[in-house]
């Protein structure tokens, strides 16, 4: 921001008036001295009647009140163009200030928007890392649905079996295609959850959606992971073998 950079005023603009009536007075008095007075008269000045004052009176400080005049109005020029000045400048460092502040906004705007980015990526992460958990734990090695085998009668079994991949996003996408493929298992439909596991699968439908729904929120990094790992697909499925399961209980089945 610019700050107003005025020239100070003359403090010494009476000096020159002054001179040229102190310069016009002794002009005026001198000619009043060297003046050829009348005969009858031993001095100028002795000799001048009360209209003769007047006449040099006017005469000798007429130019003075006007040289005066002058440079007052020149002196109220000056001052006016001054505060035209100073107002020009005020007005440019408002707008200035207004500028800058509003840039601050807009830096404050972007920083509270980063950290709410970072909030969403965050909440993301740790729904991801949910999900993993109930997966890992309770769901990949267990066999906690229940299908129809060749044989036509009912029969346990788990998605993939044996131990889930050791990291998380391989885990998440592995249980996610090994439910997607159900029919690869020998099983077949209607396919319903153990009611023991019943909670642990809404659980993990839960967060699904949550991590589904701050990535469509945020976009960017965590729309793209959510696409990657499959978790619509995750989602579908899992709604699926719910409703299934919950038609099937309501109808007495287990």
Not at 51 to 71: E, K, R
Not at 162 to 178: L, N, V, Y
């Amino acid at each position: 921001m610019s700050e107003i950079n005025i020239k100070p005023r003359n403090s010494y603009w009476w000096v020159l008036p002054l001179l040229l009536s102190i310069a016009w007075l002794t002009v005026g008095v001198g000619l009043g001295f060297f003046a050829h007075p009348p005969a009858s008269c031993t001095g100028t000045f002795s000799c001048l009647t009360l209209d003769g004052w007047g006449t040099y009176l006017s005469g000798a400080f007429a130019p003075l009140a006007f040289i005066w005049l002058v440079l007052s109005v020149r002196i109220q020029s000056a001052e006016l163009k001054a505060q035209q000045q100073e107002l020009q400048e005020s007005r440019k460092v408002m707008k200035e200030q207004a500028d800058f502040i509003g840039t601050q906004t807009r830096i404050l705007e972007d920083q509270e928007k980063a950290r709410e980015r970072d909030r969403k990526v965050s909440e993301f992460q740790d729904c991801l890392s949910a999900l993993y958990g109930v997966i890992r734990v309770r769901l990949f090695s267990s066999a906690f649905l229940i299908g129809v085998t060749s044989s036509g009668g009912d029969g346990e079994f788990n998605l993939a079996g044996g131990q889930p991949p050791p990291t998380r996003d391989e885990c998440i996408s592995a249980f996610m295609r090994s439910l997607g493929n159900i029919a690869g298992r020998g099983m077949r439909e209607p396919i319903r959850i153990k009611p023991e596991f019943i909670g642990s699968v809404e659980e993990a439908l839960t967060v699904a959606r949550a991590a589904v729904d701050i990535a469509e929120l945020t976009g960017g990094l965590p729309r793209y992971e959510a696409s990657r790992l499959g978790l619509e697909q995750l989602i579908s499925d899992l709604e699926r073998i719910l409703q299934t399961t919950a038609e099937l209980v309501g109808g007495r089945k287990v």
